[in-house]
Nanobody, 120 residues
Framework: QVRVVESGGGLVQAGGSLRLSCVAS????????MGWYRQVPGKQRELVAT???????NYVDAVKGRFTISRDNARNTVFLQMGSLRPEDTAVYYC??????????????WGQGTQVTVSS
């Protein structure tokens, strides 16, 4: 089995910062892309940022210049440093990892999500 677990969410005032972490574990051979998504009630889950195994990044326009995605391949971990937070960033944030298992099967894995609430 493989899984990813997020941590680091919470309540913060507008303008503040939070750092999310996501650790992948299990029978992993390697990890391809990793990313962060977010969802608010009644809306579809949306991409926030992704990072390839070589470190290339992609961001949704709404977070460019405020959020930074990074990863530690040795620890199977991806981070999302969020700054200048706005009330509209309030959402459940989900980690996604494209895992290649030791059985050489590629599996997209989602975490359970971590709540981020930004107060005005």
């Amino acid at each position: 089995q493989v899984r990813v677990v997020e941590s680091g969410g919470g309540l913060v005032q507008a303008g503040g910062s939070l750092r999310l972490s996501c650790v992948a574990s299990g029978s992993i051979f390697s990890i391809n892309d990793m990313g962060w998504y977010r969802q608010v009630p009644g809306k579809q889950r949306e991409l926030v940022a992704t990072i390839t195994s070589s470190g290339s990044t992609n961001y949704v326009d709404a977070v460019k210049g405020r959020f930074t995605i990074s990863r530690d391949n040795a620890r199977n971990t991806v981070f999302l440093q969020m700054g200048s937070l706005r009330p509209e960033d309030t959402a459940v944030y989900y980690c996604n990892a494209d895992l290649l298992t030791i059985a050489r099967v590629t599996i997209p894995v989602w975490g359970q999500g971590t709540q981020v609430t930004v107060s005005s």
